[in-house]
């Protein structure tokens, strides 16, 4: 059974920043995609970054430059940088490990203006 755990979340002011980790239990990620998504109040769930097994990442047009997503395949976890951090970043923050289907439990991030 796949286990996904995000941490890191909270509140922060505008131009601020968060470092949101992902540890994943039970299934190695190593060769593997992770993503990270996040929901915000009456909005649909939409990925934000993702990262291929080869260590190649994507991201959403609207945190272009301003996140960075990383891996750590000994330590089975994936991280996501968030710098410049804007109000409308506000969610609830979600891994999502696309091989297993398996979602984390999700992580607030609130920025103040």
């Known amino acids: 059974q796949v286990q996904l755990v995000e941490s890191g979340g909270g509140l922060v002011q505008a131009g601020g920043s968060l470092r949101l980790s992902c540890a994943v239990s039970g299934k190695r990620i190593r060769l593997n995609t992770i993503s990270w998504y996040r929901q915000a109040p009456g909005k649909e769930r939409g990925m934000v970054a993702e990262?291929?097994?080869?260590?190649?990442?994507n991201y959403e047009d609207s945190v272009k430059g301003r996140f960075t997503i990383s891996r750590d395949d000994a330590k089975n976890t994936v991280y996501l940088q968030m710098n410049s951090l804007k109000p409308e970043d506000t969610a609830v923050y979600y891994c999502?490990?696309?091989?297993?289907?398996?979602w984390g439990q999700g992580t607030q991030v609130t920025v103040s203006s």
């Open positions: 999502y490990y696309p091989g297993w289907r398996a």
């Open positions: 990262v291929t097994g080869g260590g190649k990442a």
